[in-house]
């Protein structure tokens, strides 16, 4: 696509500074980079729409580490 359209991520770095030319520097436009940045990371971390058995495992895995760390304090 245009390099105006890239994230950052997919511009190799000889197109950097013409990606960094296209880019909205006034504040309005750090502002709208920080919002979408923000709801990017809202939606893969905290906002997951999707359940796996990974998270029940890895709450399983550490309820056993604890466990075992208060039952065996010797070691």
Known sequence: GPL???RLMD???GEL???LATCDI???GL???VRKAW???????????RGGPAG????????????YGWNYQHI
């Not at 709801?39 to 729409?49: E, G, L, Q, T």
């Open 26 to 28: 006034s504040a309005q």
């Open 56 to 67: 029940i495992s890895m709450l399983l895995a550490g309820y056993c580490l604890l466990s």
């Open 17 to 19: 500074p013409a990606w």
């Open 4 to 6: 105006s359209e890239r």
């Open 31 to 33: 502002l709208g980079g």
């Open 11 to 13: 511009v190799r770095l």
């Open 39 to 49: 709801s990017s990371y809202h939606d893969k971390y905290i906002n997951v729409r």
